[in-house]
C-alpha cells in the first residue's frame, strides 16, 4: 500500500554529517599504516622533451630510499577512454611541465624529495606547441604517435538535416564567435593514496577517487594483475568536480611500489602536484552560426569548436562530443550541425570538469539567444519560453527528452528576480541578465564498451533490525550516501539513521562505475530501490502471515509495519526476525542498465541520457562604468530536480554549482605562460596555488536565491533528477548578458573580467564595436560530417550516406 | 606536502639577546615572528636560512603604549591592531585587509613591514623556477618581468606600510649599537631583492605614529575578501576647523619595489578643500606615479588606469562622502 513520503522531500541532517563536523571522516591522506613508506615523483621541468638518459643511482644510494622507479618499471600504458590509452606511470616523453618520470620511495617525504634532486635525468627538448591555432600549423613534432594526424587528437563532424538549406531560409543568421578559458576543479582535498598489500597478499588501494571501478580496471591493466587481486577503496572525496576520475600517475606508481616493497606506500599531491593532474574544463574556441525566423524560432545551428586538450587524451573524445551534443536539448532546434576538434598541446591534460564540455557552448549559445532578443526586439525571457523543448519529444541529434520543467524554471527566475521591472530598466551601471542551461541525468553509455549494469547495490538485513546497504558509488561529498539511505530508509519505512552505508570499495561493494556525469542519484539509486522493494516484499509476507493480514494492505511506516484497515502493526526489527525466520539470511540485489538511446549513427553513445535536468538563472550585476569592476549583488536559480530527495542537499548542490560558476565567469583561468622565446622555451602553469588561482571564496558569495523546480521524472528514482552539475551552467552567460543589460557591452569570453570591461566600455567611447572576445575561428580541417536525417523530418536514427542524401534532395526537387 | 628546510630554532627573551645572535650568526640567520609569510617561502626554498630566530618569546615587542602619539610593538599581531580602539583609521583599515582571520592572528605588524617583496615568476616553488631557468631575484640571471632591467621589480606588497608612511610613522631599529628612529618610508629601497634599509642584526621593535591625523587606506585587490594588494592608496590629512587642508600625506603601495609618499600630492592638496575638481587634479597626480609592472595579479594596463578612481575614493571618503558601498566591493570585511 503506498503512503506519503516520510524521508524523501524532508529536509534533513546528511548521513556523514556529524563525522564530517567532528573531524572524525577519513581522507586518504588520513590513512597511515605501521611501516609505511613516503613517495614522491620527479616532475619534468620541459613542457615537451624526450628521456635521453637517467641516471638514478646517486638518488637510489642515498640513506632512507628504498625505491626508485622509472619508466621501465612500467611497460603498459593506461588511459580512462579505451580510444585514449597514452599514458605511462612515469614516461620517457613529458608532454608538459610536471610530468612525471621517476619515482622516489623513502622513508620519509623529507628524504624522498632530497632523493629527486639527486636523480640526473638528460633530457631532448622537442618543439613546444602551447594552443590549439598552433597544433593545427604544427604537425611535427607529434605529441601521440596516434590521433587523427598531426597534433590532432579528435576530430568530429555530424549534420542532422540540412543546415545550409535552413540558415539560407531563415529571416536572419547570428554568426558569433565566443572564446571560453581553461579553469580547473580547485577541490579542497589534494589527491593522496596508499597502497599495501595485505595479509592475503592482495593489492589494497585507498585513494582520493571518484571512480574506483575504473581505477580498479587500469590498475589491473598496467600492474598485470588479476582484478580479483586487487582492491580500490575510494575514500571519501574532498571535493572531485570531475578532477579525480581519471586514473592517476601517482596511484599507479604507489601501487607498483607497495607490491614490490612489500610494505605500505603513500603519496599526497601537492597543490601545484594537483594542477598538472588537472583533466579540468577545456579551453574552447566556439563559432555559432544560427538561424532565426523574425518571431523569435531557431531553424538551424551550425556549430564548430576547437579545444585545447593538453599533453594527453584522458575524457577528451567524450569531452570534444559534449561540445556539442546537449545544446539541441533546451530549445527547440529542428537542424543542428556541428564540428569539433580536440589537439594535444604541452600542457596539463584537459578532461571532464563539472559540465564536462557543455558549459562551454551553453555560454556561447545563451549569450547569443541574448543578442538574438534584442535584435528582435523581444525579451529574453519570452523569446526563450517561446522555443523550449517539450516533453517526451526528440532532438534533431535524437537525443529522448522525457520530463522538463523548463519553461516552469524560466516562469520562477523571471517572478523571483523581478525580471520584468528590471531588464533594460535599471539604468547605466545595473542590469540583469537571463540564461538556461540543461544537463544528463547519467551517461547513457560505460566509458568502456559492454552489456553489464551501470550500478548495483546489495541489501543486507538480519535480525537486530539492522540494515546494511553495499554499493560502489562514492561520496565525494556530494551526498550520495545520503541519497542511498535515504531511498532505502524510504522504501523500507524506517529511518536514515538506521541504514549503514558500505560504499566505493571494489572489494566489498557491487559495481558502480563512479560518481561522474550526474549519474549517481538516478543509476545507483534505481537499483537501491528495486533492492529495497524485493526485500520489503520479503518483510511483508512475513510480517502479513503474523498479523493474519494480506501483505499488500501492509504500510512500512516510521520503523514499524502497519496494516491501516485493522490497526494491527508488528516492529521493523520484528519483521526482519520473522523473515529470517521464514525465508533463511535476508538479502537482495539490484541493479540499474539506462534504456537504450534511440540514435542509432556511429557517435550516437554520447549524450543520451535517462533524464535531463533543467536551471534558469537570472544573475544581477551593478558594473562600474569608470573602473569596468563587476560586482553581483544577488543571483536567482531556479532548478527542475524532478523530486529533492533531501532538500537541503539539494540546495547545497545548486548554490555549491552558482559558486563554482561565478568564480568561472568572474576570474578562473587555468592559464599558461611562454617566456620570451628566443631566452627560453618554458611553457609554465601562470600561477598553481591556492592564493593566485583566483577563485571566490565564501566571503565574496552574493545572495543565492535557489527554486526547486519538481517534476518528478519517470525514469528516476522517486522522480528524482541530478542536481550536481546542471546549476553551474547558465551562471556564467547570465553574468556576461547582465554586464551587457548594465553597460551595453559584450563580454564574449570568459572570464568577463574588469580590465575587459573597460577596454569595451572604451571602444564604445570611440564608436566602434563595443565588444571583446576573439575575432576570428581558424580553418580547422573538419571531416566530411555524419549526415544523419532528424526525427521530424522522417528520419530512422540511422547515419545517411552522401549519395542518398542527394538522391532524396533530388527526389524533392 | 611541501616540507621545510631543515634550520636551526633559537627562542631569545629580549631584544638585546635577540640582536646578539642575529650579530653572532650572521646573515644565515633571519627573523621569524608569526611566520605566515617566511615559513611559507621557505618551503617554497625563498629563503632557506640556516638559524631562525624567533621574537615570539621576547613580551616587550607586544607592548602598545599611548601619549602623544601612539607606539604598536612590532609583535603584536595584525588582529590585535585591528582591535585596539586607538589604531588610527588608516593603519586598522590596511591590517584589517591583510590576508584573512587565521593569518591576522599569527602575522605581525612588523612582519608585514618587513614582508618580502612578490612576483608572479618569483613566488612559486623551486620546481616551477626551475622550469623558467629561475629569475634574478633568487637563483636566476634574468628578471621575467623586464628581461633588459638589471634590477628587480619584485613588488612591495604590504598594506600597512603606504598607511603608516601617510601617518608620518617611525620605525625602531634595535641593534649591536642600541637604537635608531626611522621614518617608515626610508625604511624601504626600491629594489626588489634589497629591499630594506634595516641592516642584518637589527630588530624591528615599534612603530610610532602620530596624533592629530584624518586618513584612511583603500587597497585595490581581486578578491574581497583575501588578496595581496595589487594597489594601495593612503591619504592622511590635518584639516583647520574650516575644513581646510593644513597638510597633506598621500602614500602608494604595491605598484612599485617600495611603498612612497607621492609628494606632489600632497603640496597640491594643501591650502585647498576638498571640491570635485580638486580630488580629480590630486588624482592624476597620484595615477602619474603609479608605475606597476605586469609581475602580480590583473591586467598591467587596468591596473594603471584606475588609480586615480582610487586616490578619488580615498579623497571622497576624508571629505565625508558615504563611500560605504563602494568599500564593500573591494573589502568583504572591515572592522
Same mark, same amino acid.
Not at chain 1, 530508509?489 to 560518481?515: F, H, K, Y
Given at each position: 500500500?503506498?503512503?506519503?513520503?516520510?524521508?524523501?522531500?524532508?529536509?534533513?541532517?546528511?548521513?556523514?554529517?556529524?563525522?564530517?563536523?567532528?573531524?572524525?571522516?577519513?581522507?586518504?591522506?588520513?590513512?597511515?599504516?605501521?611501516?609505511?613508506?613516503?613517495?614522491?615523483?620527479l616532475r619534468s621541468p620541459h613542457p615537451h622533451a624526450?628521456v635521453?638518459?637517467?641516471?638514478?643511482?646517486?638518488?637510489?644510494?642515498?640513506?632512507?630510499?628504498?625505491?626508485?622507479?622509472?619508466?621501465?618499471?612500467?611497460?603498459?600504458?593506461?588511459?580512462?577512454?579505451?580510444?585514449?590509452?597514452?599514458?605511462?606511470?612515469?614516461t620517457?616523453h613529458a608532454r608538459h611541465v610536471g610530468d612525471p618520470v621517476? @619515482?622516489?620511495?623513502?622513508?620519509?617525504?623529507?628524504?624522498?624529495?632530497?632523493?629527486?634532486?639527486?636523480?640526473?635525468v638528460?633530457y631532448?627538448?622537442?618543439?613546444?606547441?602551447?594552443?590549439?591555432?598552433?597544433?593545427?600549423?604544427?604537425?611535427?613534432?607529434?605529441?601521440?604517435?596516434?590521433?587523427?594526424?598531426? =597534433?590532432?587528437?579528435?576530430?568530429?563532424?555530424?549534420?542532422?538535416?540540412?543546415?545550409?538549406?535552413?540558415?539560407?531560409?531563415?529571416?536572419?543568421?547570428?554568426?558569433?564567435?565566443?572564446?571560453?578559458?581553461?579553469?580547473?576543479?580547485?577541490?579542497?582535498?589534494?589527491?593522496?593514496?596508499?597502497?599495501?598489500?595485505?595479509?592475503?597478499?592482495?593489492?589494497?588501494?585507498?585513494?582520493?577517487?571518484?571512480?574506483?571501478?575504473?581505477?580498479?580496471?587500469?590498475?589491473?591493466?598496467?600492474?598485470?594483475?588479476?582484478?580479483?587481486?586487487?582492491?580500490?577503496?575510494? @575514500?571519501? =572525496?574532498?571535493?572531485?568536480?570531475?578532477?579525480?576520475?581519471?586514473?592517476?600517475?601517482?596511484?599507479?606508481?604507489?601501487?607498483?611500489?607497495?607490491?614490490?616493497?612489500?610494505?605500505?606506500?603513500?603519496?599526497?599531491?601537492?597543490?601545484?602536484?594537483?594542477?598538472y593532474?588537472?583533466?579540468?574544463?577545456?579551453?574552447?574556441?566556439?563559432?555559432?552560426?544560427?538561424?532565426?525566423?523574425?518571431?523569435?524560432?531557431?531553424?538551424?545551428?551550425?556549430?564548430?569548436?576547437?579545444?585545447?586538450?593538453?599533453?594527453?587524451?584522458?575524457?577528451?573524445?567524450?569531452?570534444?562530443?559534449?561540445?556539442?551534443?546537449?545544446?539541441?536539448?533546451?530549445?527547440?532546434?529542428?537542424?543542428?550541425?556541428?564540428?569539433?576538434?580536440?589537439?594535444?598541446?604541452?600542457?596539463?591534460?584537459?578532461?571532464?570538469?563539472?559540465?564536462?564540455?557543455?558549459?562551454?557552448?551553453?555560454?556561447?549559445?545563451?549569450?547569443?539567444?541574448?543578442?538574438?532578443?534584442?535584435?528582435?526586439?523581444?525579451?529574453?525571457?519570452?523569446?526563450?519560453?517561446?522555443?523550449?523543448?517539450?516533453?517526451?519529444?526528440?532532438?534533431?541529434?535524437?537525443?529522448?527528452?522525457?520530463?522538463?520543467?523548463? @519553461?516552469?524554471?524560466?516562469?520562477?527566475?523571471?517572478?523571483?528576480?523581478?525580471?520584468?521591472?528590471?531588464?533594460?530598466?535599471?539604468?547605466?551601471?545595473?542590469?540583469?541578465?537571463?540564461?538556461?542551461?540543461?544537463?544528463?541525468?547519467?551517461?547513457?553509455?560505460?566509458?568502456?564498451?559492454?552489456?553489464?549494469?551501470?550500478?548495483?547495490?546489495?541489501?543486507?538485513?538480519?535480525?537486530?533490525?539492522?540494515?546494511?546497504?553495499?554499493?560502489?558509488?562514492?561520496?565525494?561529498?556530494?551526498?550520495?550516501?545520503?541519497?542511498?539511505?535515504?531511498?532505502?530508509?524510504?522504501?523500507?519505512?524506517?529511518?536514515?539513521?538506521?541504514?549503514?552505508?558500505?560504499?566505493?570499495?571494489?572489494?566489498?561493494?557491487?559495481?558502480?562505475?563512479?560518481?561522474?556525469?550526474?549519474?549517481?542519484?538516478?543509476?545507483?539509486?534505481?537499483?537501491?530501490?528495486?533492492?529495497?522493494?524485493?526485500?520489503?516484499?520479503?518483510?511483508?509476507?512475513?510480517?502479513?502471515?503474523?498479523?493474519?493480514?494480506?501483505?499488500?494492505?501492509?504500510?512500512?511506516?516510521?520503523?514499524?509495519?502497519?496494516?491501516?484497515?485493522?490497526?494491527?502493526?508488528?516492529?521493523?526489527?520484528?519483521?526482519?526476525?520473522?523473515?529470517?525466520?521464514?525465508?533463511?539470511?535476508?538479502?537482495?540485489?539490484?541493479?540499474?542498465?539506462?534504456?537504450?538511446?534511440?540514435?542509432?549513427?556511429?557517435?550516437?553513445?554520447?549524450?543520451?541520457?535517462?533524464?535531463?535536468?533543467?536551471?534558469?538563472?537570472?544573475?544581477?550585476?551593478?558594473?562600474?562604468?569608470?573602473?569596468?569592476?563587476?560586482?553581483?549583488?544577488?543571483?536567482?536559480?531556479?532548478?527542475?530536480?524532478?523530486?529533492?530527495?533531501?532538500?537541503?542537499?539539494?540546495?547545497?548542490?545548486?548554490?555549491?554549482?552558482?559558486?563554482?560558476?561565478?568564480?568561472?565567469?568572474?576570474?578562473?583561468?587555468?592559464?599558461?605562460?611562454?617566456?620570451?622565446?628566443?631566452?627560453?622555451?618554458?611553457?609554465?602553469?601562470?600561477?598553481?596555488?591556492?592564493?593566485?588561482?583566483?577563485?571566490?571564496? @565564501?566571503?565574496?558569495?552574493?545572495?543565492?536565491?535557489?527554486?526547486?523546480?519538481?517534476?518528478?521524472?519517470? =525514469?528516476?528514482?522517486?522522480?528524482?533528477?541530478?542536481?550536481?552539475?546542471?546549476?553551474?551552467?547558465?551562471?556564467?552567460?547570465?553574468?556576461? =548578458?547582465?554586464?551587457?543589460?548594465?553597460?551595453?557591452?559584450?563580454?564574449?569570453?570568459?572570464?568577463?573580467?574588469?580590465?575587459?570591461?573597460?577596454?569595451?566600455?572604451?571602444?564604445?567611447?570611440?564608436?566602434?564595436?563595443?565588444?571583446?572576445?576573439?575575432?576570428?575561428?581558424?580553418?580547422?580541417?573538419?571531416?566530411?560530417?555524419?549526415?544523419?536525417?532528424?526525427?521530424?523530418?522522417?528520419?530512422?536514427?540511422?547515419?545517411?550516406?552522401?549519395?542518398?542524401?542527394?538522391?532524396?534532395?533530388?527526389?524533392?526537387? | *606536502?611541501?616540507?621545510?628546510?631543515?634550520?636551526?630554532?633559537?627562542?631569545?627573551?629580549?631584544?638585546?639577546?635577540?640582536?646578539?645572535?642575529?650579530?653572532?650568526?650572521?646573515?644565515?640567520?633571519?627573523?621569524?615572528?608569526?611566520?605566515?609569510?617566511?615559513?611559507?617561502?621557505?618551503?617554497? #626554498?625563498?629563503?632557506?636560512?640556516?638559524?631562525?630566530?624567533?621574537?615570539?618569546?621576547?613580551?616587550?615587542?607586544?607592548?602598545?603604549?599611548?601619549?602623544?602619539?601612539?607606539?604598536?610593538?612590532?609583535?603584536?599581531?595584525?588582529?590585535?591592531?585591528?582591535?585596539?580602539?586607538?589604531?588610527?583609521?588608516?593603519?586598522?583599515?590596511?591590517?584589517?585587509?591583510?590576508?584573512?582571520?587565521?593569518?591576522?592572528? *599569527?602575522?605581525?605588524?612588523?612582519?608585514?613591514?618587513?614582508?618580502?617583496?612578490?612576483?608572479?615568476?618569483? !613566488?612559486? !616553488?623551486?620546481e616551477? #623556477?626551475?622550469a623558467?631557468?629561475?629569475?634574478?631575484?633568487?637563483?636566476?640571471?634574468?628578471?621575467?618581468?623586464?628581461?633588459?632591467?638589471?634590477?628587480?621589480?619584485?613588488?612591495?606588497?604590504?598594506?600597512?606600510?603606504?598607511?603608516?608612511?601617510?601617518?608620518?610613522?617611525?620605525?625602531?631599529?634595535?641593534?649591536?649599537?642600541?637604537?635608531?628612529?626611522?621614518?617608515?618610508? !626610508?625604511?624601504?629601497?626600491?629594489?626588489?631583492?634589497?629591499?630594506?634599509?634595516?641592516?642584518?642584526?637589527?630588530?624591528?621593535?615599534?612603530?610610532?605614529?602620530?596624533?592629530?591625523?584624518?586618513?584612511?587606506?583603500?587597497?585595490?585587490?581581486?578578491?574581497?575578501?583575501?588578496?595581496?594588494?595589487?594597489?594601495?592608496?593612503?591619504?592622511?590629512?590635518?584639516?583647520?576647523?574650516?575644513?581646510?587642508?593644513?597638510?597633506?600625506?598621500?602614500?602608494?603601495?604595491?605598484?612599485?619595489?617600495?611603498?612612497?609618499?607621492?609628494?606632489?600630492?600632497?603640496?597640491?592638496?594643501?591650502?585647498?578643500?576638498?571640491?570635485?575638481?580638486?580630488?580629480?587634479?590630486?588624482?592624476?597626480?597620484?595615477?602619474?606615479?603609479?608605475?606597476?609592472?605586469?609581475?602580480?595579479?590583473?591586467?598591467?594596463?587596468?591596473?594603471?588606469?584606475?588609480?586615480?578612481?582610487?586616490?578619488?575614493?580615498?579623497?571622497?571618503?576624508?571629505?565625508?562622502?558615504?563611500?560605504?558601498?563602494?568599500?564593500?566591493?573591494?573589502?568583504?570585511?572591515?572592522?
Amino acid at each position: 500500500m503506498k503512503k506519503k513520503f516520510e524521508v524523501v522531500g524532508k529536509p534533513r541532517r546528511r548521513v556523514d554529517g556529524r563525522a564530517k563536523a567532528t573531524g572524525q571522516l577519513r581522507f586518504a591522506d588520513d590513512f597511515a599504516l605501521p611501516r609505511m613508506l613516503h613517495c614522491k615523483l620527479l616532475r619534468s621541468p620541459h613542457p615537451h622533451a624526450l628521456v635521453e638518459s637517467i641516471d638514478v643511482s646517486k638518488a637510489a644510494r642515498h640513506p632512507g630510499v628504498h625505491l626508485v622507479l622509472t619508466k621501465q618499471h612500467f611497460p603498459v600504458p593506461f588511459g580512462i577512454m579505451p580510444v585514449s590509452v597514452d599514458e605511462f606511470p612515469l614516461t620517457d616523453h613529458a608532454r608538459h611541465v610536471g610530468d612525471p618520470v621517476a @619515482a622516489v620511495i623513502a622513508s620519509d617525504e623529507q628524504v624522498a624529495g632530497e632523493a629527486l634532486a639527486l636523480i640526473d635525468v638528460q633530457y631532448k627538448k622537442l618543439k613546444t606547441i602551447s594552443d590549439p591555432e598552433e597544433a593545427l600549423q604544427t604537425p611535427e613534432p607529434r605529441i601521440h604517435e596516434y590521433g587523427e594526424q598531426g =597534433n590532432i587528437h579528435r576530430n568530429q563532424s555530424y549534420e542532422f538535416g540540412d543546415v545550409d538549406e535552413a540558415l539560407a531560409q531563415s529571416d536572419h543568421v547570428f554568426e558569433d564567435v565566443f572564446f571560453y578559458q581553461g579553469n580547473t576543479h580547485l577541490p579542497m582535498e589534494q589527491q593522496a593514496t596508499l597502497a599495501t598489500v595485505e595479509g592475503d597478499g592482495k593489492l589494497l588501494v585507498t585513494s582520493s577517487t571518484q571512480n574506483p571501478h575504473y581505477l580498479h580496471r587500469q590498475l589491473a591493466r598496467v600492474l598485470q594483475l588479476p582484478g580479483s587481486k586487487i582492491r580500490v577503496v575510494a @575514500a571519501p =572525496n574532498g571535493g572531485g568536480f570531475g578532477g579525480k576520475c581519471d586514473p592517476a600517475n601517482h596511484e599507479m606508481v604507489v601501487a607498483k611500489a607497495a607490491l614490490l616493497l612489500g610494505r605500505p606506500v603513500k603519496i599526497g599531491l601537492t597543490r601545484e602536484e594537483v594542477f598538472y593532474q588537472h583533466r579540468g574544463r577545456h579551453p574552447v574556441l566556439m563559432k555559432m552560426r544560427t538561424g532565426v525566423t523574425k518571431d523569435g524560432r531557431l531553424t538551424g545551428m551550425h556549430l564548430q569548436t576547437l579545444l585545447d586538450g593538453g599533453g594527453y587524451g584522458s575524457h577528451g573524445p567524450a569531452s570534444t562530443f559534449y561540445t556539442g551534443v546537449l545544446t539541441p536539448v533546451t530549445y527547440e532546434l529542428p537542424r543542428f550541425k556541428f564540428e569539433a576538434c580536440r589537439t594535444f598541446t604541452n600542457k596539463p591534460a584537459c578532461g571532464p570538469k563539472r559540465g564536462h564540455g557543455t558549459p562551454q557552448p551553453r555560454f556561447g549559445q545563451e549569450v547569443q539567444l541574448d543578442k538574438i532578443a534584442e535584435k528582435l526586439g523581444m525579451d529574453p525571457a519570452e523569446l526563450r519560453l517561446g522555443i523550449v523543448t517539450q516533453p517526451d519529444s526528440l532532438t534533431a541529434n535524437w537525443l529522448k527528452i522525457g520530463s522538463t520543467g523548463l @519553461a516552469e524554471c524560466i516562469r520562477e527566475v523571471v517572478a523571483r528576480s523581478g525580471w520584468k521591472n528590471k531588464h533594460r530598466k535599471l539604468g547605466y551601471g545595473k542590469g540583469v541578465g537571463l540564461a538556461c542551461s540543461t544537463y544528463m541525468c547519467g551517461a547513457g553509455l560505460p566509458i568502456y564498451w559492454n552489456k553489464l549494469p551501470h550500478s548495483g547495490v546489495q541489501l543486507l538485513l538480519d535480525r537486530s533490525g539492522q540494515v546494511t546497504v553495499y554499493c560502489g558509488a562514492t561520496e565525494i561529498g556530494q551526498g550520495s550516501d545520503d541519497v542511498l539511505a535515504a531511498i532505502v530508509a524510504e522504501v523500507l519505512g524506517i529511518d536514515t539513521g538506521e541504514v549503514r552505508c558500505v560504499t566505493g570499495d571494489t572489494g566489498m561493494t557491487p559495481v558502480d562505475l563512479g560518481s561522474y556525469s550526474s549519474r549517481v542519484t538516478i543509476m545507483m539509486g534505481n537499483a537501491a530501490l528495486q533492492a529495497a522493494e524485493k526485500v520489503r516484499a520479503q518483510l511483508a509476507e512475513a510480517a502479513a502471515e503474523q498479523l493474519e493480514v494480506t501483505p499488500n494492505g501492509l504500510v512500512f511506516t516510521q520503523s514499524q509495519v502497519l496494516h491501516p484497515g485493522t490497526n494491527k502493526a508488528i516492529s521493523f526489527k520484528e519483521a526482519v526476525e520473522f523473515a529470517e525466520a521464514k525465508f533463511g539470511t535476508l538479502g537482495a540485489v539490484g541493479s540499474y542498465t539506462p534504456p537504450k538511446p534511440p540514435g542509432k549513427y556511429k557517435g550516437s553513445g554520447v549524450g543520451p541520457s535517462p533524464a535531463y535536468s533543467f536551471s534558469a538563472c537570472v544573475v544581477e550585476t551593478e558594473v562600474d562604468p569608470k573602473t569596468g569592476w563587476i560586482h553581483v549583488p544577488k543571483v536567482w536559480i531556479a532548478h527542475d530536480i524532478g523530486r529533492a530527495l533531501n532538500p537541503v542537499l539539494a540546495r547545497g548542490q545548486v548554490i555549491g554549482g552558482v559558486y563554482m560558476g561565478l568564480g568561472e565567469a568572474l576570474m578562473e583561468e587555468q592559464a599558461f605562460r611562454r617566456l620570451p622565446e628566443k631566452l627560453s622555451q618554458a611553457l609554465v602553469h601562470r600561477i598553481p596555488s591556492m592564493l593566485e588561482y583566483k577563485s571566490l571564496t @565564501a566571503l565574496d558569495m552574493p545572495e543565492v536565491d535557489v527554486a526547486l523546480i519538481e517534476y518528478p521524472d519517470p =525514469n528516476c528514482p522517486f522522480g528524482a533528477k541530478e542536481v550536481g552539475q546542471g546549476p553551474l551552467l547558465p551562471v556564467m552567460p547570465a553574468l556576461a =548578458n547582465a554586464v551587457y543589460d548594465a553597460v551595453g557591452v559584450r563580454i564574449d569570453e570568459i572570464p568577463v573580467t574588469p580590465d575587459k570591461v573597460l577596454k569595451a566600455l572604451e571602444l564604445k567611447a570611440q564608436g566602434l564595436s563595443p565588444r571583446v572576445g576573439p575575432d576570428h575561428f581558424p580553418s580547422v580541417p573538419y571531416p566530411e560530417p555524419v549526415f544523419v536525417v532528424p526525427p521530424q523530418e522522417g528520419g530512422d536514427g540511422k547515419e545517411t550516406k552522401r549519395e542518398e542524401k542527394q538522391r532524396a534532395a533530388a527526389a524533392v526537387v | *606536502m611541501l616540507r621545510l628546510p631543515w634550520f636551526d630554532y633559537r627562542a631569545p627573551r629580549s631584544v638585546g639577546e635577540a640582536v646578539e645572535i642575529l650579530a653572532r650568526e650572521g646573515p644565515a640567520a633571519m627573523l621569524v615572528a608569526g611566520g605566515t609569510d617566511l615559513l611559507p617561502n621557505m618551503k617554497r #626554498r625563498h629563503q632557506t636560512p640556516k638559524v631562525l630566530v624567533s621574537l615570539r618569546g621576547i613580551s616587550a615587542l607586544k607592548s602598545f603604549s599611548n601619549g602623544s602619539g601612539a607606539t604598536f610593538g612590532s609583535c603584536l599581531s595584525l588582529s590585535d591592531v585591528v582591535r585596539n580602539e586607538k589604531t588610527p583609521t588608516a593603519l586598522r583599515q590596511a591590517a584589517a585587509q591583510i590576508a584573512t582571520p587565521h593569518l591576522r592572528n *599569527m602575522g605581525t605588524l612588523g612582519g608585514n613591514l618587513c614582508l618580502d617583496t612578490r612576483c608572479t615568476y618569483y !613566488n612559486q !616553488n623551486q620546481e616551477w #623556477r626551475q622550469a623558467i631557468g629561475f629569475c634574478l631575484k633568487k637563483d636566476g640571471q634574468t628578471c621575467w618581468v623586464a628581461t633588459a632591467s638589471k634590477r628587480c621589480v619584485a613588488v612591495s606588497s604590504t598594506d600597512t606600510a603606504p598607511a603608516l608612511i601617510a601617518l608620518n610613522a617611525k620605525v625602531v631599529l634595535a641593534g649591536p649599537d642600541g637604537e635608531r628612529e626611522i621614518p617608515v618610508e !626610508n625604511l624601504y629601497k626600491n629594489d626588489g631583492i634589497d629591499y630594506l634599509s634595516r641592516k642584518p642584526d637589527e630588530v624591528l621593535t615599534a612603530v610610532k605614529v602620530p596624533d592629530g591625523w584624518k586618513s584612511t587606506y583603500w587597497k585595490l585587490r581581486r578578491r574581497g575578501s583575501f588578496d595581496f594588494p595589487i594597489l594601495g592608496v593612503a591619504v592622511a590629512l590635518r584639516l583647520d576647523s574650516s575644513n581646510q587642508i593644513e597638510a597633506a600625506r598621500v602614500a602608494l603601495g604595491a605598484v612599485a619595489s617600495r611603498p612612497f609618499l607621492v609628494e606632489k600630492a600632497g603640496e597640491f592638496l594643501k591650502g585647498k578643500k576638498l571640491t570635485d575638481e580638486v580630488i580629480a587634479e590630486a588624482g592624476e597626480l597620484v595615477a602619474n606615479r603609479a608605475k606597476p609592472m605586469d609581475n602580480t595579479d590583473m591586467d598591467l594596463y587596468w591596473r594603471k588606469e584606475v588609480a586615480d578612481d582610487f586616490a578619488g575614493y580615498a579623497l571622497r571618503e576624508l571629505r565625508g562622502d558615504d563611500m560605504r558601498d563602494t568599500r564593500l566591493r573591494y573589502a568583504r570585511y572591515l572592522p
